[in-house]
């Protein structure tokens, strides 16, 4: 009998300890992994955020770049992280959505090895051609390639990335067939884009942004939600006619398994606040990234749903990177 009252002391000792621990945090630095070297979307964005939530949490928040392996060594880092919430990493779709399901040896399972925090930004992918390829919308293209069955080529900037599963869902919902044509990155893809060597391919919107504004390539469709801010008159692919098409990379912050719901909560309450202030939204966007806030109670199922959308567009095409 007196078994459960100790029971319910020890509960109420490990709870009161629990609301202690998050009344006090932090107390330290907290260490933001980037999984990636410096200068990328993740590891700019990461930085800005970074400042901001160290103005908030009056403490400092610092980035590290822990770079290699294609991202698994940054990803080994968090999960072998203790969960107090001094270690976080700042990935995304690239990282946390397409490695898992691309490489048959990725090592962990995402919905038991991260807690996710918050979303902290999204870019589209923008449809650009050649400025001699005689289409100027995206029923025109359409019409275009169903035309030329396997004639036309698309550029990627590599088997996996959002630039290639963005061609791969487009010829799934619109029947049409083109060529992969994998580059190591956006520069050589769009130069290539220009010189008429490949027709098309689904950009990374901040990459391409510049070349665009110049009229060196022509762009047909935005694959966001809504339109870009930095490209206002090019419509979105479903306001061109293509039901359900919208592509878009995204950059979140999680943290290793096990974190205390109230650590989670703080940290994403002080992301979101963050995301809020009008100087942190001008440094995205002066880079061509829009500031998106989910916390963790929308970023959690955001995050299972990509990696099942995604899986079905990878199966159905059959891709795969080799180990």
Known sequence: MRLLPRIAVALAMTLAASQSFAATFPDRTIRVIVAFGPGGVSDLVARIVADGMSARL???????????????IGMRDLVGAKPDGYTILAGGFGGQILAPLLKPDFPFDIKTAVTPIAQISEFSNVLVVNNQLPVNTLQELIAYAKARPGQLNFASEGVGTSSHLAAEFFMEKTGVKMVHVPYKGSPPALNDIRGGVV???????????GLIKSGMIK???VTGAQRSEVLPNVPTAVESGLPGFTVSSWNGVYGPAGLPKDIRDKLSDTIMATLKDPAVQERMRKINIEPVGKGADEFTPFTYAELARWKEVIDKAGIKIAK
């Not at 400092?60 to 770049?65: A, H």
């Open 199 to 209: 027709q098309l391919t689904f950009a990374n919107l901040p990459a391409s942004v």
């Open 219 to 221: 762009p047909i469709v």
């Open 58 to 72: 009056h403490q400092p928040v610092i980035v590290e770049n822990h770079a290699g392996a294609q991202g698994l």
